[in-house]
Structures are given as structure tokens and as C-alpha cells.
């Protein structure tokens, strides 16, 4: 058995000047039509959404615009927050939740490398003063 499928996306537009306005007719094309078709027997998800984010980029958005719907999808109220978090180690993200908790591993690992680093300090010049080095 054999399975063909495939998706389309399409876009019709048309503008028509009306005389008065405080848009300037050199600023709009009078019609546009963008139609997408790719094969989708196979396709994956990231696929899917990277074919839809050609479409919009198409119909005018702008990517920080597509960014914020997409991330919309996974970080809103109605999504569990075990998913949210399954994201965020994918992306090597940290939620608003976690922040604190990330401020003080930083604190504590800076206090470590201090400390180490006064340590070679002070073994730098015992080494030095063994050696008869001022």
C-alpha cells in the first residue's frame, strides 16, 4: 500500500486604493497569492512548524512575532508544568521559579573559586618562600 499526502498553505490578498487615505498606494502590492505545498507524508513536527513559519514570514510576521506564538504554545497556564519543564532541560532553560534557586548555586560556586584561589595563593608563596624566592 502506498501513502501520499501532502499540506498547503494559502494566502490571498488583495488591495484596492481608496483615494483620501493616509496610506500611500506604493506601499501595498494590489493582490498577492502565496500558496505552499510540501510533501507531508513524513514529516515531523519541527517540520510542520517550520513549514508554517515560512507561511507566516510569507503573510507578513515578523520572527520575533512567530518565536513568541510558538513559545506561547508551551509556556501559558494550560499547558502542565512537568511538560514545560521537560522543555526547558531540552533548551537549557530556567523557569522564573527556579531563578532563585540558580542565583544561590552561582553564589556558592563563586565563593569556591575564591576559596581555591586563596588557597593557590598561599600555596604559590609557601612554594616561593621554600625556594628562597621574596
Known amino acids: 500500500m502506498t501513502y501520499e499526502a501532502t499540506v498547503e498553505f494559502k494566502f490571498d490578498a488583495t488591495y484596492t ?15 498577492e497569492h ?30 520575533a512575532s512567530i518565536r513568541s506564538g510558538a513559545m506561547s504554545l508551551v509556556f501559558n497556564d494550560y499547558t502542565n508544568e512537568e511538560d514545560q519543564r ?6 537549557e532553560l530556567t523557569m522564573d521559579e527556579d531563578l532563585d534557586n540558580k542565583f544561590k548555586e552561582w553564589v556558592k560556586r563563586d ?8 588557597e593557590i595563593e598561599t600555596a604559590s608563596k609557601f612554594v616561593d618562600s621554600a625556594n628562597g624566592v621574596a
Open 86 to 91: 521537560k522543555v526547558c532541560n531540552e533548551y
Open 111 to 118: 565563593e569556591e573559586v575564591k576559596r581555591l584561589q586563596e
Open 34 to 63: 502565496y500558496l505552499i505545498t510540501a510533501a507531508a507524508a513524513d514529516l515531523t513536527a519541527k517540520q510542520y512548524f517550520k513549514l508554517f513559519e515560512k507561511f507566516m514570514l510569507c503573510v507578513g510576521m515578523t520572527p
Open 17 to 31: 486604493h481608496t483615494y483620501g487615505s493616509f496610506l500611500d498606494a506604493d506601499d501595498y502590492i494590489p493582490e
